[in-house]
């Protein structure tokens, strides 16, 4: 299976909840990722391109498997900490 997602990661969940509210505000999935986002990805608006099963953290994967394509979902907990996770294709 392919995938197509775009993230921001931060360490600690605390600020999920006002990015999201930024998100439902209108304000850019792209620019809140280069503001928040701890993930090299940032860089690129949090696009990670695309990628196969196998091939993200195994929590990260699970979430998009049952997210919808412009589906925006937040608290996804990894190893590399909490993300707010939008599925492109």
């Not at 809140?32 to 993930?39: G, P, T, V």
């Not at 099963?53 to 919808?68: C, I, N, P, R, V």
């Not at 589906?71 to 990894?78: H, L, N, P, Y």
Request: proline share 1%; hydrophobic share 35%.
């Amino acid at each position: 299976m392919h995938y197509k997602a775009q993230h921001i990661l931060i360490s600690e969940g605390d600020d999920l909840e006002y990015i999201m509210d930024e998100l439902r505000k209108g304000v850019s999935f792209g620019d809140l990722a280069r503001e928040y986002s701890e993930c090299p990805s940032s860089a690129k608006g949090g696009h990670l391109g695309r990628f196969t099963s196998g091939t993200m953290d195994a929590e990260f994967e699970k979430a998009l498997y049952h997210m919808e394509i412009g589906e925006v979902r937040s608290g996804i907990k990894t190893k590399y900490g909490f993300h707010i996770i939008k599925k492109l294709e």
